[in-house]
C-alpha cells in the first residue's frame, strides 16, 4: 500500500493521526511523506518546525522498530497556486510564461471560480509523489505517503474530483492526468481511513463517509477511534454508579485511609462525577457498537492528558504499529 488518506469529522483529531501513522509508517529505514492540503501548517506546528514551503522537507524520524530502526518522515504543505505552476511547467512548458500569470493573479482567479480545480491540483501533486519512480533524478522517492486530506463531509468530492473532469476533457494532458490520478485512488495500494471520536455526530458522519466511499468506488481502509478515555473501571462497578448503588460513606471511609480530608461536598461532588463518567462511557459503548457495525477494521487511541507533541506522536504512533495499522 503506497497511499493513506487520513479524513475525519472536525475536532476529531485527524490530523494528529495522519502524523501518528506517518511516524508508525517511518521504519526500518523507510521513507515517509506527510502532506497537508488545508491551508493551516498543522505539521510544522505538531512537530514544532518552521513553516513549510511548497517544498518536500525531512521533519523526523519515525517510529524505531524492534531492533531500533527508523526511517525517516518528509512533510509537503500543498497549496494549489504552487501546484498550477508546477503543472504547467510540466505538461505545457509553461515555465517563465506560467509565473507570470501568477503575477496577473491568473492562477488565484482560476482557483477561486473553480473550486474543483483545486482539488485536480491537490490530488495531482499526492499522486506525482506517490507514484514517483524509484531512481527519480534530483527527487526523493517514498515507500508511502500519508495524506491529511479533507474533513468526512467532503472526502468522497475531494477524492473523485478527477473522474468528474475525466469525464469533461475528452483527450489530452488534462484527461489522461486524471484518469491517472483516479486509477490510483480507486486501486489496492490506496487505503482511505476515517478518523472519529466515540460521540454521535462524528460516528454518524464516519457512516456516511464509509457509504459514500464505498459507492465511489475508493477503498475503505480503517476507522481510527481517536481521544479515548481511560477505562479504570469494570463494567460491574460503573453500572452500580449508574443505578446510584454506591455508598457516600464507603466513599469518604476510603478517602480518610487515603489520609484526605473529607467533607460532605466533596464526597457528593465525586459520587457526581463518577456518576457523569459512567452515564458517558455507556453512550460511548453504544457509538462503539455502532463503529463495529460498519465492518471496517478500527483501531483506538487513547486521549492523552499532556497534550499532543513530538513525543506523543511517537507513543501514538508505536500504538498503531501494536495494533497493526502500519
Known sequence: MRLHVVSGKGGTGKST??????????TSGRNVLLCEVEGRQGIARMFDVDPLPYEERRIARGAPDARGRAGQVHALHIDPESALLEYLSMYYKLGRAGRALDRFGV????????????????????????????????????????????????????????SEVAGLAKVGPVKTQADRVMELLRSPRTAVHLVTIL????????????????????PVGAVVVNLVRPQALSAD?????????????????????AKVDVDQDLVASLVDEARDHAVRR????????????????????????A???????IELAQLLRGQGLA
Do not use: C
Not at 17 to 26: C, K, Q, T
Not at 204 to 212: C, F, L, P, R
Open 17 to 26: 493521526v495522519a502524523a501518528a501513522l506517518a511516524l508508525a509508517l517511518a
Open 107 to 162: 492562477i488565484d482567479f482560476a482557483t477561486t471560480i473553480a473550486p474543483g480545480v483545486r482539488d485536480v491540483l491537490l490530488t495531482g501533486k499526492v499522486y506525482e509523489a506517490a507514484q514517483r519512480p524509484r531512481k527519480a533524478k534530483d527527487a526523493i522517492t517514498y515507500d508511502a505517503v500519508v495524506l491529511d486530506a479533507p474533513p468526512t463531509g467532503r472526502i468522497g468530492q475531494f477524492l473523485g474530483v478527477n
Open 199 to 218: 460521540e454521535e455526530m462524528p460516528v454518524q458522519e464516519t457512516s456516511d463517509g464509509i457509504a459514500q466511499l464505498r459507492e465511489a468506488g475508493l
Open 237 to 257: 462497578a460503573l453500572a452500580r454508579v449508574r443505578d446510584e448503588a454506591v455508598d457516600p460513606s464507603v466513599v469518604a471511609a476510603e478517602l480518610k485511609r
Open 282 to 305: 455507556q453512550l460511548e459503548d453504544e457509538q462503539r457498537e455502532l463503529v463495529a457495525a460498519e465492518g471496517v477494521p478500527t483501531f483506538e487511541l487513547p486521549r492523552l492528558a
Open 307 to 313: 497534550g499532543i507533541d513530538h513525543g506523543a506522536l
